[in-house]
């Protein structure tokens, strides 16, 4: 296969994985339904909302169950796979829901949440694979559809709710997640093995690498070194950052064993704190604006609004990942979420609500940025072998994130101005986090 029919192929695939990752972000568009059932079936929203925290929970059992099935059936089988979870739970939630709560919990908890784990994970591996130079990019095109879908396929099931009811709200749901991940089985493929020889990536970084290292060995400094090693990167067209971060060999990085490596840890502490702050925020962001006195009609507009910057956050962060490498964005997310966590404990103390709005907007952004630094941080510091195995276990940080919210938000009985105030307190803890991970995986040739 040549270079040019190589590029080709990767963005046909990239960009009809985000098509259909849009259908995957109905996940995130369960409040549109879980009111309609509530109030058909009788049952209590305290009841009706424990669904979500089980189909986030089978989110993280899809991604590590994915592993086995794209091992065993490959990617056409575990796409189609994928496809069954979510057309069974959709239809099954609109067919079984009147015999009880259990259905709810089985059909949108469990086979809709492992759906959709399995689904994202499978495509993400297999996607960012074609993608060794810029794996920030294309993990952050994929979620941007996965963050749009609750607001462009959400919008279109809630006029469906409204206009014919839930139950064929929810089979015009199931029946888009069979045509789309048809579709997609039929025509997405492995990449080639040596697919970072044949773009040039991996022979570019050792060159530039082997460069420094000589240059060090004729008794150059370290600060003659780098800056030979950033005009070899300037020539290529590369910057400093993307030289650094492929120095680093896939052998090296397959060597590591992912629960005895100390920067797993303190990565995976870094993004629950983040995640936890911002499912904080999004669950309860039209009640917080409610609170301070916004008018309904446009605290309704910032619900709206906060999936596209989710969205559009996780693009941006992709690319900031491919020019500045891991430990410059892990910092710069966590600075933005202790600083938006204290414009929001701000807004309540004082009553400021367009404190509110801007904190809203900045938190939604480091909450985006947290999935394609989680697929760049398993193939960058676990290589490419293992990259599906280790990518679902990195993604588990989605469960531990929103334990973290529950906890505090339990913790603080649900006031928003303490929540706030002790998420920007573990804000501080991120960033302290991402600062020590920036040192503890700093390499010697840096």
């Given amino acids: 296969m040549d270079v040019s029919s190589i590029k080709r192929k990767r963005y046909v695939y990239l960009f009809a994985s985000a098509a259909s990752f849009l259908v995957l972000g109905l996940v995130y568009a ?24 089980i189909c986030m929970m089978s989110f993280c059992v899809g991604g590590l169950i994915g592993v086995r099935v794209l091992k065993k059936l490959g990617v056409r089988g575990a796409i189609l796979l994928a496809a069954t979870l979510l057309v069974c739970g959709f239809a099954g939630t609109a067919l079984l829901a009147p015999r009880g709560i259990w259905a709810l919990y089985l059909c949108y908890g469990v086979l809709i949440g492992c759906g959709t784990g399995l689904g994202y994970n499978v495509t993400i591996a297999t996607v960012t694979l074609w993608f060794p130079d810029r794996t920030g990019f294309a993990s952050g ?26 139950p064929t709200a929810l ?41 420094k290292d000589a240059a060090a060995a004729d008794g150059e400094t370290g600060a003659e070194a780098g800056a030979q090693a950033k005009d070899a990167a300037a020539t290529d067209g590369d910057t400093e950052a993307e030289t650094r971060a492929r120095a680093t060999t896939d052998a090296e990085a397959d060597q590591r064993r992912i629960f005895r490596d100390p920067a797993f840890y303190g990565y995976y502490l870094w993004a629950i704190i983040i995640l936890g702050a911002g499912l904080a925020m999004i669950g309860t962001s039209k009640q917080g604006a409610l609170e301070l006195g916004i008018f309904d009609a446009f605290a309704t507009t910032l619900v709206g609004i906060i999936p596209i910057v989710n969205g559009l956050s996780g693009l941006s962060m992709g690319v900031i990942y491919d020019k500045k490498g891991l430990r410059f964005s892990m910092i710069l997310v966590a600075s933005v979420a202790f600083v938006s966590c204290t414009i929001l404990a701000c807004a309540f103390r004082f009553g400021q609500a367009p404190l509110y709005v801007v904190g809203c907007l900045v938190l939604v952004t480091a909450y985006g940025s947290v999935a394609p630094l989680a697929t760049g941080f398993a193939r960058e510091r676990y290589g490419q072998k293992r990259f599906p195995h280790h990518l679902a276990i990195v993604n588990t940080d989605i469960a531990g994130g929103s334990a973290f ?40 040739r840096e």
């Fill in 141 to 166: 095109v994929m979620f941007m559809g996965f963050g749009l879908g609750s607001l462009t396929l959400g919008t279109l099931a809630n006029t469906i709710i409204e206009t014919a009811g839930i």
């Fill in 171 to 211: 089979a015009v749901v199931a029946a888009t997640a069979c045509v789309v991940f048809v579709l997609l089985s039929l025509f997405l493929k492995r990449a080639p093995d040596n697919i970072g020889e044949l773009l040039g990536v991996e022979g570019k970084a050792a060159a530039k690498a082997g460069a």
């Fill in 405 to 444: 919210q529950q906890a505090v938000t339990s913790a603080c009985a649900g006031a928003s101005p303490a929540i706030y105030a002790a998420m920007a307190v573990f804000g501080g803890v991120a960033l302290l986090t991402s600062i020590v991970f920036a040192r503890f995986t700093k390499s010697k």
């Fill in 30 to 53: 369960w409040s549109l339904f879980a009111t309609p059932l509530a109030t058909i079936y009788g049952w209590e929203m305290a009841a009706v909302k424990v669904t979500f925290t």
